[in-house]
């Protein structure tokens, strides 16, 4: 048995980054930088006006009531491109060039125009700078605004569009075949006979590779037959950048995943984690696919899932952070950990009155009780050789992943 913290290693170890490709803007939300972002204009790019009002100069209205002469307009889109002179005004509104010689936007509320527009009055005086954005004050050409290796969020967008990035270099997304197997499995559609049971990893598995950024396959279940097995497990493999399968990795008499690994050729790296749940989880190679054998479990799979196989499908795509971000959290109830294994136990967080970050751990049957855990949202952390971690601790946690 390894540490998780090594299992997680030896995946980034031997995961290679997919080539790098070109897509357009709107695309690029989910997707991973592979390429840093420059400026290519400074920002903003010109003296822009923070306000609707008139540009003045600020020592022709230190005392106030002050008439400035109307000289012209700078709209945003339409700038006024004369020097303004000492007793005159410029009218300007919000996201407009602030004319040379002016050093001062007056809000239009402590303005009145007189004269039927020729002159306005300036009601109260006005600091040199106030309502202006200094040109390149936010960011200078040149500048690196997003690293290759970032996520792409919608807060991001604008920052790439603003800069002319209607075409982005992102890494490819991986190709993921999935695979369920388990001679009791019937698909979702039909009726379980006896002694079966409805596949529900594929669809599991599925759900979390695609919020990885994957390109999912679901291939068709594999009945508890090594020979079966490892036909599919091929073919599969020829086809994609990574395998994933649960089932048949425990110490069963049916469980062929390894054997039907082993004779294939592949190079397996680890087959046991001490971790709870999920310790027979297995990672191996063959050809250039990565396989990740998951156990049967459903909450394993949801488990091992996110901590191994989402590191390596985000690390291809060149991710700088790959593997779930670790928090902190104050624990609501008691937990027992495990003498020999890491627990990653499912958890629903809340914050209580005092916005205090709460772990609630769930009122669980164990590895099989997916019905409890469709409603967890973390899974907390408990370190190997802890006995009981008490109300009130602070644990580790980390957030399953979700579309938001
Ligand atoms: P195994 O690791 O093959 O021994 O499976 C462990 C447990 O998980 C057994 O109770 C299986 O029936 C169950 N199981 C295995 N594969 C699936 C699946 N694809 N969907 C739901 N349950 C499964
Ligand atoms: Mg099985």
Redesign the pocket.
Known sequence: MIPVADAIQIVLAQTANLPVESIALTEAQGRILAEDVVADSDLPPFDRAQMDGYAVRAADVAVAPARLRIVGESAAGAGWHHEMKTGEAVRIMTGAPVPVGADAVQQVELTREVDSGSQVEILEPVEAGRSIVKQAAEIKAGETVLHAGEDINAAMIATLASFGYAQLKVGRRPRVAVM???S??VDVDKKPGADQ?R????YTIAAYATLAGAIVERWPLAGDDTEELKKQIKQAAETSDVLIT?????M?VY?FMKPALKELGAEIFFERVALRPGKPTVFARLGNTLVFGL????VSVAVTFNLFARAALRKMQGAKQPGLIAETAVLARAVKGSVDRESYLPAILRTDEQGTLLAEPLKWGGS?DFVAFARATALMSIAVGVGVLEAGSIVKIVRLPTSD
């Open positions: 369920a197997t388990g009791e499995l049971i596949d529900s990893n594929n649960s089932g048949g990795v425990s069963g469980d156990p049967g479990n459903p099989s």
